[in-house]
């Protein structure tokens, strides 16, 4: 009896038997974690590519020139483009074709414009079967996932072009040119006046020297200009042109449209061939009084209906206005600087011409032609050189310079005087005008 009960005592207390129990209860959970962890691999392998298909997805349903950047063009409210969304849905399709071990439970495109903005959201839902799971009674797993991206909508941009047309743009371009006609003229005149008066016609004097002049140059840039808008427009309505000047003759001086606004840039290009000097009738026409600002900028503003939100059905609108900066004029009551005993007001722009256009939310951009010094002709050195002078030449401090830039609004000024910086000048507040357009709004 003893014998029995030592020998039991000692089976009882012997462990070595113990681990092979342990291992073969801990196998199954680390195998079904081994599991877990590869099929969480593949699973994840494959969400990636399903991510990059939505990603694909979300950006090609917006891209330029995909139906819902056309569509939205031309839309004048906010809302959805089932368009887009019916290409969001094939993208993602050419996307996954011939992707294995998956099921797509669903595409939910949805591409929207709010404002100047397109948006598209890609969701997606797909189940991948596990292959070491299933142990544990999970079959599959589902991956769900989403894409957004956005793009900016190009606006709709309404742009008149005011052009000082007076006589003072008959000054040469360049010193260069200015002092050919100096040296080429009795009377050391700088300027190429387009006087009818053929004793008198230092406008076709300038043509037979090969003077470039101011309105030479205004005339190659206002057609430049046309040009680069109609390479730079998304749409083929999305800018319009509107040309104007400061009149035929100083008879008849005043607000005159050279081109209503239109959307065919190739017309208002054509157009803008015809910008010419004022034709004056000899000296005192007119009392030499061409340059009426505070009667142009009022009729300006009139032309330039109300602005709108960059749509195509409601434009925004720009003014881009390039002058030499002093009116000539009779308004001896609002004269900022001189007037004459006659009341002919000489003087640098009235920079509150400009205020009522920008309050009602019209951008201007103005081009200062800047005004040469012309040190041998008195009329200027009496009546101009006050607001301009400087050592040398023209002031930085100039008060004509100060006020065409309080006119524009706020990073629209440019002030060029070589001849081939104005067009590069309207090129420039041309393209910050577009991209202005695109980021505030």
């Known amino acids: 009896m003893r014998v029995i009960l030592r ?31 590869v099929d969480y691999t593949r699973a994840n392998q494959l969400k990636s590519k399903l991510q990059s298909a939505a990603d694909a997805a979300s950006v090609g349903s917006i891209a330029k020139n995909s139906t819902a950047f056309v569509a939205a063009g ?47 959201v890609v ?66 005149c700088a300027f190429a006046c387009h006087d009818l008066n053929n004793s008198n016609n230092y406008y076709k004097l300038a043509k037979s020297l090969n003077v470039t002049t101011r309105i030479d140059v205004l005339r190659t840039a206002t057609q430049n200009l046309m040009a680069t808008a109609q390479s730079t427009q998304t749409y083929s309505t999305q800018f319009r042109m509107a040309i104007y000047d400061f009149g035929a003759s100083s008879d008849t001086q005043g607000l005159r449209s050279l081109f209503s606004l239109s959307s065919s840039l190739s017309s208002a290009q054509t157009a803008a061939g015809n910008i010419d000097l004022m034709t004056v009738n000899g000296q005192n026409d007119n009392n030499d009084q061409d340059t009426g600002f505070s009667t142009i900028m009022p009729a300006i503003d009139k032309a330039i209906t109300t602005p709108g939100n960059g749509t195509s059905g409601s434009p925004l609108k720009y003014l881009f206005f390039v002058s030499d900066g002093v009116a000539d004029e009779n308004n001896p009551s609002n004269c900022i600087k001189s007037t004459t005993s006659s009341g002919r007001c000489q003087s640098p722009i009235d920079p509150t011409l400009c205020a009522n256009m920008k309050n009602r939310g019209v951008k201007i951009a103005v081009l200062y032609t800047t005004y040469l010094q012309l040190p041998t002709n008195s009329w200027y050195m009496t ?17 004509i310079a100060q006020n065409m830039q309080s006119c524009a609004s706020p990073g629209f000024y440019f002030e060029v005087s070589p001849t081939q910086g104005i067009s590069d000048a309207m090129n420039t507040l041309f393209a910050k005008a577009v991209m202005d357009a695109r980021i505030s709004r």
Not at 102 to 119: A, E, Q, R
Not at 383 to 399: D, K, M, R, V, Y
């Open 383 to 399: 009546w101009i050189n006050p607001f301009n002078a400087g050592p040398w030449g023209p002031s930085p401090n100039s008060q």
């Open 74 to 120: 031309s839309m004048t409210s906010d809302g959805t483009i089932a368009g887009g969304a019916v290409d969001a849905t094939n993208i993602f399709n050419g996307n996954v074709q011939g992707l294995t071990g998956v099921t797509i439970n669903s595409v939910t495109p949805t591409v929207t414009k709010t404002g100047s903005t397109l948006t598209s």
């Open 123 to 188: 969701g997606y839902s797909a189940d991948i079967p596990t292959s070491f799971m299933g142990v544990i009674g999970k079959t599959s797993l589902t991956v769900n996932g989403t894409s957004t991206s956005t793009a900016n909508i190009p606006q709709y941009i309404d742009f008149y072009v005011l052009l000082d047309n007076s006589p003072s743009m008959g000054v040469g371009a360049t010193p260069t040119d200015v002092a050919t006609m100096v040296n080429n003229t009795s009377d050391k």
């Open 7 to 37: 020998m039991s005592s000692r089976f009882g207390g012997d462990l070595r038997g113990n681990v092979a129990v342990i291992f073969a209860l801990a196998i199954i959970p680390v195998m079904t974690m081994i599991g877990a962890a």
